[in-house]
């Protein structure tokens, strides 16, 4: 088994693949369960308050944040690859949130909004042509 490294780029889809180094130079990808949104880690979920703490470590993409119920509010803090992409913190009660990001040859978005009663985050990261798109989403009925 070997890691996925920064030259890796056509792999950064990330979240819902995982990555498996089958030999040198040769690698199989397969998705992982909960295709529409992140399941939920052993533990990873806590609450303190009313506000909920998520955190996700699956490589190549590590999440952490929160998300507070009352106000709407969610704030996520992505790695990729072990690059820090940023940290995005947004009120989602009336406007949605939508980042750009570049990493290495890999360009993609981040996207914060409501769905109905449903908080959701969405990465989309493009491949390098010809590999596709994957997209990752989580919403927050997995912490009900």
Not at 125 to 143: C, E, F, S, V
């Amino acid at each position: 088994m070997g890691s996925i490294t920064e030259t890796d780029t056509k792999y950064t889809t990330g979240v819902i693949l995982a990555v498996t180094q089958k030999s040198e130079g040769e690698y199989e990808v397969n998705q992982v369960e909960g295709q529409d949104r992140i399941p939920p880690p052993p533990g990873g979920i806590t609450e303190l308050g009313s506000r909920r703490y998520i955190e996700y470590d699956k490589k190549p993409v590590y999440c952490k944040g929160y998300y507070e119920p009352s106000s709407f509010q969610i704030s996520i803090q992505i790695h990729i690859l072990g690059v820090n992409i940023g940290s995005y913190t947004s009120n989602l009660n009336n406007v949605s949130l939508s980042i750009s990001i570049n990493i290495n040859s890999a360009k993609g978005r981040m996207k914060c909004y409501r769905h109905n009663n449903d908080v959701r985050v969405q990465i989309e990261i493009r491949n390098k042509p010809g590999h596709g798109d994957q997209q990752w989403q989580w919403d927050d009925r997995m912490l009900n």
